[in-house]
């Protein structure tokens, strides 16, 4: 099984900053990772897929990058609505979510 | 516009069976897999599997090839996830998601809102 390990679990962020999380594969995924982002009690959204892909509709301040084994999502100038869970899937393998990284107000 | 609409919330106890639904509307039910996803409370997400809507074929993740059923009622455009002798470890919040997967890229589009289950003596 591939294993997804996302850093840091979580951030303490202020609005405006430059938010960076990142996703490390156990083996190499080529470019098959997709990020979501899921606030609180709703359900995931789709915001990068094939690793560096905003998804339609996702602000530009997303940006997902990375290939093989490590892989970087980036908010520039976080806002307060971005505050979430963030979440790594690896598709080479079969499925895997990371766990997650949780952004939170400082 | 697309929408899934899954079943409300449940409460059982162990040992109890349940059957979870997920209807489709908005576009052609059998043009796109359907996803399952476990999230625990508290918890990050856990990849279940999927069932391919044109042939029936399900796919399970390891975690749930026992007790874990995928199924499909085309002609109402929904998915079912049944859960066979429920433990309390089911508890969790179960999500249907769209599948998109092209030539090079695979995603999960839309997302049911969820519904949660509760198992307990």
């Known amino acids: 099984n591939t294993v997804m390990t996302q850093s840091p679990t979580s951030m303490f962020i202020s609005v405006g900053d430059r938010v960076t999380m990142n996703c490390k594969a156990s083996?190499?995924?080529?470019?098959?990772v997709d990020w979501y982002q899921q606030k609180t009690g709703q359900s995931p959204k789709l915001l990068i897929y094939?690793?560096?892909n905003r998804y339609t509709g996702v602000p530009d301040r997303f940006t997902g990058s990375g290939s093989g084994t490590d892989f970087t999502l980036t908010i520039s100038n976080m806002q307060a609505e971005d505050l979430a869970v963030y979440y790594c899937l690896q598709y080479n393998y079969n499925h895997t979510f990371g766990a997650g990284t949780k952004l939170e107000l400082k | 516009q697309i929408q899934l609409v899954q079943s409300g919330p449940e409460l059982k106890k162990p040992g109890e069976s349940l059957k979870i639904s997920c209807k489709a509307s908005?576009?052609?039910?059998?043009?796109?897999?359907m996803q399952w996803v476990k999230q625990a409370p508290g918890k990050g997400l856990q990849y279940m599997g999927w069932?391919?809507?044109?042939?029936?074929?399900?796919t399970y993740a390891d975690d749930f090839k026992e007790r874990f059923v995928f199924s499909l009622e085309t002609s109402a455009s929904t998915a079912y996830l049944q859960i066979n002798n429920l433990k309390n470890e089911d508890t969790a919040t179960y999500f249907c998601?769209?599948?998109?997967?092209?030539?090079?890229?695979?995603?999960?589009?839309?997302w049911g809102p969820g519904t949660m289950v509760t198992v307990s003596s």
């Open positions: 094939g690793a560096s």
């Open positions: 998601a769209r599948d998109y997967s092209g030539d090079v890229y695979w995603y999960f589009d839309f």
């Open positions: 908005g576009y052609t039910f059998t043009d796109y897999a």
């Open positions: 069932i391919n809507t044109q042939t029936g074929k399900p």
């Open positions: 083996q190499n995924v080529g470019t098959n």
